[in-house]
């Protein structure tokens, strides 16, 4: 692994692991989606939470039929963090799928501003702030006892220092 992503990998396990109102963390370049960190770290556990290689769903369509859509989470995020709604396959992050419930094209934390997405899943969430050239996403489990203010909390001062630093 090259010493800046492992840098990342320990900068995410920081600012969103450490304190635990995160269990699992992922940054991805906006270019294209594909995370390039996670944490936490230890056995690269972060990267079984996170994602998952391309894999088939059977998704609902408009009509009510199903069919059977190959899901690529790299172009799923890209495609959320640019048009802060879900693709037509919806957002899938490491083989989980999470429905987008608030966006916000201006979050702001202190002097920063970023777009924030939130999406859900039964008992979980991902918290995810898009910054100038980063996509960053922090995931919480309630059964875990974390909550989706916490880690929220906790990934907009993260991504208020990644904004500082030009990221």
Same mark, same amino acid.
């Given at each position: ?28 370049? #906006?270019?294209?989606? =594909?995370?390039?960190?996670? +944490? !936490?770290? $230890?056995?690269?556990?972060?990267? &079984?939470?996170?994602? @998952? ?23 799923? #995020?890209?495609?959320? =963090?640019?048009?802060?709604? +879900? !693709?037509? $396959?919806?957002?899938?992050?490491? &083989?989980?799928?999470? @429905? ?68």
């Amino acid at each position: 692994m090259a010493e800046e992503e492992a840098s990342w990998d320990q900068s995410l396990e920081e600012w969103l692991i450490t304190e635990g109102y995160c269990y699992a963390a992922g940054m991805a370049q #906006l270019e294209d989606g =594909a995370f390039y960190a996670a +944490a !936490p770290q $230890e056995a690269e556990a972060g990267w &079984g939470f996170i994602f @998952k290689e391309d894999h088939e769903q059977m998704i609902m369509q408009d009509d009510m039929s199903e069919k059977k859509m190959t899901i690529n989470e790299a172009s799923a #995020l890209k495609f959320a =963090a640019e048009n802060l709604k +879900a !693709p037509p $396959e919806g957002l899938w992050l490491g &083989g989980q799928k999470y @429905k987008i419930t608030r966006t916000d094209k201006e979050y702001q934390v202190g002097d920063q501003t970023f777009i924030y997405i939130f999406a859900a899943a039964p008992k979980k969430g991902v918290s995810i702030a898009v910054t100038k050239t980063q996509i960053i996403c922090a995931f919480f489990d309630e059964e875990k006892g974390q909550t989706a203010g916490n880690c929220t909390k906790a990934l907009a001062a993260y991504a208020e220092w990644m904004v500082t630093e030009g990221y």
